[in-house]
């Protein structure tokens, strides 16, 4: 049974940092792309960044662009976002997605506020 479960979220101040992870299983980790995404309130769902299996590859959205850094640990089967400069427009409910071969598993998010 596929599962991602997200930590790290919370409330931090404009100027902050956080650090996302999401723990995989019931999968062969090293074997797939990994994404996240987040909605923030009122608006629709957006890529933020993404990584190929190997983590040897990655890409990000304009808005978070040399302030969020995605990476993965295949021993531990975990991804990880490195949230730096955050802002409050960057509050939003956090997705860590498994680009599976039959298809795109989402886990529940995680809410990162953003506020002083």
């Known amino acids: 049974q596929v599962q991602l479960v997200e930590s790290g979220g919370g409330l931090v101040q404009p100027g902050g940092s956080l650090r996302l992870s999401c723990a995989a299983s019931?999968?062969?980790?090293?074997?797939?792309?990994m994404t996240w995404y987040r909605q923030a309130p009122g608006k629709e769902r957006e890529s933020v960044a993404a990584?190929?299996?190997?983590?040897?590859?990655?890409k990000y959205a304009e808005s978070v662009k040399g302030r969020f850094t995605i990476s993965r640990d295949n021993a531990k089967n975990t991804m990880y976002l490195q949230m730096n400069s955050l802002k409050p427009e960057d509050t939003a409910i956090y997705y860590c997605?498994?680009?599976?071969?039959?298809?795109?598993?989402w886990g529940k998010g995680i809410l990162v506020t953003v506020s002083s």
């Open positions: 997605i498994a680009n599976l071969y039959w298809g795109d598993y």
């Open positions: 019931g999968f062969t980790f090293s074997n797939y792309a």
């Open positions: 990584i190929t299996s190997a983590g040897n590859s990655t």
